[in-house]
């Protein structure tokens, strides 16, 4: 019986790398930048709905003559499930960014140029932060080293962030 590699709706050929830095420049051209003030800003969308629920807990706290501190218990745990679940459906979303990547004009792709997806995504945000809380925040420096300024997490997942097609289109009139 011959073996049939599309039995199971899969191909199990490799595909190429789908953005190339030589040919298209202007899918990587300050990307890097605009990485660091996305993080910047899903870090504080993140952060404040945090802060405020801790705030509310430590007043609830008081009301309840200190029963209500018992919610800080399960806090740091929400506080992650809130992180990934932000992680995971933005970069799910058809946009394949989180909202301070969308607000800076950049996507995250598969390496073969599909949209990023849930799963993907959450497992992205974990990796990042498990790599850098590991490896100390100088495994950032990965993407000085390679021309699609991937990070150490990125090579690992098979993503790569690029330049959304509107900003691209304006680096390449720049360039």
């Known amino acids: 019986m011959a073996s049939d590699s599309n039995r199971a709706g899969m191909s199990i050929g490799l595909q190429p790398h789908a953005y190339d830095p030589a040919i298209n420049p202007e899918l990587f051209e300050g990307v890097l930048a605009c990485r ?6 899903d870090l504080f ?16 706290g008081f009301v309840t003559l200190g029963v209500g501190w018992l919610l800080f218990l399960p806090f740091h745990a929400l506080s992650l499930v809130w992180a990934l679940l932000y992680y995971g459906f933005t970069l799910g979303s058809p946009a394949s960014a989180t909202v301070g990547m969308r607000v800076m004009e ?9 949209p990023s997806y849930f799963v993907l995504g959450a497992v992205h945000a974990i990796l990042f932060w498990v790599s850098v809380s590991a490896l100390t925040p100088f495994i950032l420096l990965v993407a000085f080293f390679n021309g699609r300024r991937r990070l150490l997490h990125d090579i690992v997942l098979g993503t790569v962030v690029i330049n959304s097609p509107t900003r691209a289109a304006r680096m390449a009139r720049r360039l």
């Open 106 to 114: 950049i996507e995250m792709r598969t390496w073969y140029g599909a």
């Open 36 to 41: 660091m003030l996305a993080f910047v800003i």
């Open 45 to 60: 969308i993140i952060a404040v709905p945090i802060v405020c629920a801790a705030v509310f807990i430590f007043l609830f």
